[in-house]
Protein backbone atom coordinates (compact mmCIF):
# COMPACT_ATOMS: atom_id res chain seq x y z
CA UNK A 1 0.00 0.00 0.00
CA UNK A 2 1.31 3.30 -0.96
CA UNK A 3 -0.41 6.79 0.48
CA UNK A 4 0.24 9.39 -2.29
CA UNK A 5 0.03 13.05 -0.63
CA UNK A 6 -2.33 15.77 -2.73
CA UNK A 7 -1.93 18.74 -0.09
CA UNK A 8 -3.86 19.92 2.85
CA UNK A 9 -7.56 21.08 3.33
CA UNK A 10 -8.96 24.02 4.34
CA UNK A 11 -8.45 22.60 8.02
CA UNK A 12 -5.09 21.29 7.35
CA UNK A 13 -6.10 18.12 7.04
CA UNK A 14 -4.23 15.59 4.66
CA UNK A 15 -5.74 15.00 1.35
CA UNK A 16 -3.91 12.00 -0.25
CA UNK A 17 -4.44 8.95 -2.35
CA UNK A 18 -4.31 5.25 -0.98
CA UNK A 19 -3.13 3.03 -3.71
CA UNK A 20 -3.19 -0.88 -2.77
CA UNK A 21 -0.87 -3.60 -3.54
CA UNK A 22 -2.78 -4.33 -6.54
CA UNK A 23 -2.32 -1.25 -8.23
CA UNK A 24 -5.68 0.29 -7.75
CA UNK A 25 -6.69 3.75 -6.15
CA UNK A 26 -9.15 3.00 -3.05
CA UNK A 27 -10.15 6.49 -2.64
CA UNK A 28 -11.57 5.88 -6.39
CA UNK A 29 -13.17 2.73 -5.34
CA UNK A 30 -14.88 4.27 -2.35
CA UNK A 31 -16.41 6.31 -4.41
CA UNK A 32 -17.41 4.48 -7.17
CA UNK A 33 -19.47 1.89 -4.05
CA UNK A 34 -20.99 4.68 -2.79
CA UNK A 35 -19.21 4.74 0.47
CA UNK A 36 -17.10 8.24 0.27
CA UNK A 37 -18.11 11.93 -0.96
CA UNK A 38 -15.86 13.83 -2.97
CA UNK A 39 -14.20 17.08 -0.90
CA UNK A 40 -15.06 20.24 -2.15
CA UNK A 41 -14.49 23.68 -0.44
CA UNK A 42 -17.86 25.76 -1.79
CA UNK A 43 -17.89 23.92 -4.63
CA UNK A 44 -14.37 24.11 -5.55
CA UNK A 45 -11.61 21.53 -5.86
CA UNK A 46 -9.37 21.55 -3.57
CA UNK A 47 -5.82 22.74 -3.91
CA UNK A 48 -3.22 19.97 -5.14
CA UNK A 49 -5.89 17.90 -6.86
CA UNK A 50 -5.83 17.98 -10.48
CA UNK A 51 -9.09 18.93 -12.70
CA UNK A 52 -9.19 15.53 -14.70
CA UNK A 53 -8.58 13.66 -11.23
CA UNK A 54 -11.40 15.90 -9.82
CA UNK A 55 -13.50 15.05 -12.74
CA UNK A 56 -13.28 11.75 -12.66
CA UNK A 57 -14.22 12.12 -8.57
CA UNK A 58 -17.09 13.67 -9.22
CA UNK A 59 -18.47 11.16 -12.62
CA UNK A 60 -17.91 8.21 -9.70
CA UNK A 61 -19.76 10.11 -7.46
CA UNK A 62 -22.61 10.71 -9.75
CA UNK A 63 -22.73 7.42 -11.34
CA UNK A 64 -23.10 5.48 -7.68
CA UNK A 65 -25.95 8.21 -6.44
CA UNK A 66 -27.24 7.32 -9.92
CA UNK A 67 -26.94 3.79 -8.99
CA UNK A 68 -28.43 3.82 -5.55
CA UNK A 69 -24.83 1.83 -4.91
CA UNK A 70 -23.51 1.67 -1.32
CA UNK A 71 -24.99 4.46 0.96
CA UNK A 72 -26.82 5.86 -1.70
CA UNK A 73 -29.14 3.32 -1.87
CA UNK A 74 -29.64 2.86 2.19
CA UNK A 75 -29.83 6.40 3.24
CA UNK A 76 -29.88 8.78 0.27
CA UNK A 77 -30.85 11.59 2.55
CA UNK A 78 -27.93 11.27 4.78
CA UNK A 79 -25.64 10.99 1.72
CA UNK A 80 -27.22 14.56 0.22
CA UNK A 81 -26.54 16.04 3.56
CA UNK A 82 -22.94 14.54 3.40
CA UNK A 83 -21.77 15.10 -0.03
CA UNK A 84 -23.55 18.62 -0.15
CA UNK A 85 -25.90 17.74 -2.60
Known amino acids: MKIVSRGRGYYKRLLAYVI ?6 LNYRMVQDGYACV ?13 LEFVKLKAFLLQAKKEK ?7 PDLMRCLCHF
Open 20 to 25: LPDGSN
Open 39 to 51: YTWHGKRPEGVGV
Open 69 to 75: RGLWGVD
